[in-house]
């Protein structure tokens, strides 16, 4: 099979036969399975900031740290130390007191270590 004809091929081109596959493919099932319970760490980053130690031990109760995102620009959705989405920020319709992100682009894995 040529690279070309395999970009074309489908799992609904395997039709019926597919249940007769080879017992290795349920391992291969639960080897999936075992990947998607994998916990991992997803951060949503408004913005950040960059002081000199001396005005960082300054800061108090009040103050207020200027960000180098502005309001209305998107977020970014970070898992594992990736930029994997852009959103929006929202507040969630069931629980007013929470904030969500409503995603507005979801970026490939190709382009997910740029910006």
Do not use: C, W, Y
């Not at 399975?33 to 760490?41: F, G, M, Q, V």
């Not at 180098?68 to 970070?78: I, N």
């Not at 920020?89 to 007013?96: K, Q």
Request: proline letters at 5%; hydrophobic letters at 45%.
């Amino acid at each position: 099979m040529t690279e070309n004809e395999a970009s074309q091929f489908s799992i609904s081109d395997l039709g019926d036969d597919a249940a007769a596959a080879p017992a290795g493919a349920a391992e291969g099932g639960r080897n999936i399975e075992a990947i998607l319970r994998i916990p991992i760490t997803l951060q949503v980053v408004l913005g950040s900031a960059s002081m000199p130690v001396a005005n960082l031990l300054k800061l108090g109760r009040g103050a207020v740290v200027p960000l180098d995102h502005r309001v209305g620009e998107p977020v970014d959705v970070v898992v594992n130390g990736r930029v994997v989405a852009r959103g929006e920020v929202v507040v969630v319709e069931d629980d007013t007191s929470r904030f969500g992100v409503s995603l507005t682009e979801v970026i490939g894995p190709n382009a997910a270590g740029e910006r």
